[in-house]
């Protein structure tokens, strides 16, 4: 059964600091990643999908990248913003989407 | 920009009782999906579902649940006789294309508690 993990639990940075979000899993035949974003108490915004043959994907100040070998995502958020400040969850396709736990992020003003 | 919205906001019903969650996809979206977070975490599949029958279910999707697709626009979950542990955020989602080549789009949930 696949696994995701997400690492680190959670995060606090100062404004304007560049960072590093973690996801991994263990089955590597996957159909694609996808990175989601979830504010309490709301639903899922997706922020990045990668497909299984793709190496990364951009999207303004969001860079996700996929390394299907080593079961390894990264999503690189640069210039943080206070408004960044929410959960971020990574989750595999293979038949149906496993998720991981998520990455608790709060950017200080 | 077309969303997906999810009815009740929040459901409060009696151990025992049948709850019908109720979903409206994005309106050209052939893919549709039900997902559950019980508080503190991970979000986990239930079931996927495409031209009139389910795609895929997950080990909790068991014969409590199904799924129906009512009419052209709507997309519900209901489970039959709800248990103290059913309790948890409901989300609906669903994508224009399937099998990882398209974004899910998710609903804000359904908050279902039950007592």
């Known amino acids: 059964k696949q696994e995701v993990t997400q690492i680190p639990a959670a995060l606090s940075v100062p404004e304007g600091e560049n960072l590093v979000l973690n996801c991994s899993f263990t089955d590597s035949a996957i159909y694609n990643l996808q990175w989601f974003r979830q504010d309490p108490g709301k639903g899922l915004t997706s922020l990045l999908l990668i497909q299984s043959s793709q190496r990364e994907q951009t999207s303004g100040r969001l860079n996700a990248s996929l390394d299907k070998s080593s079961g390894r995502s990264t999503l690189y958020i640069a210039a943080s913003q206070p408004g960044d400040s929410a959960t971020y969850l990574c989750?595999?396709?293979?038949?149906?989407?496993?998720f991981g736990t998520g990455t608790s992020l709060t950017v200080i003003p | 920009e077309p969303e997906v919205t999810q009815t009740p906001s929040h459901q409060v019903t009696q151990m025992g009782q049948e709850v019908i969650l109720r979903c409206v996809p994005i309106s050209n979206h052939l893919y549709f999906y039900w997902y559950r977070q019980i508080l503190g975490q991970k979000v986990e599949f239930l079931v996927s579902?495409?031209?009139?029958?389910?795609?895929?279910k997950s080990e909790i999707f068991d014969d409590q649940f199904s799924v129906e697709r009512p009419d052209g626009s709507n997309f519900t979950l209901k489970i039959r006789s709800t248990k103290l542990e059913d309790s948890a955020m409901y989300f609906c989602?669903?994508?224009?294309?399937?099998?990882?080549?398209?974004?899910?789009?998710f609903g804000p949930g359904t908050r279902l508690t039950v007592l």
């Open positions: 579902f495409y031209n009139n029958e389910i795609s895929e």
């Open positions: 989602a669903s994508s224009d294309m399937g099998e990882g080549t398209d974004t899910q789009y």
């Open positions: 989750a595999v396709e293979v038949n149906q989407f496993y």
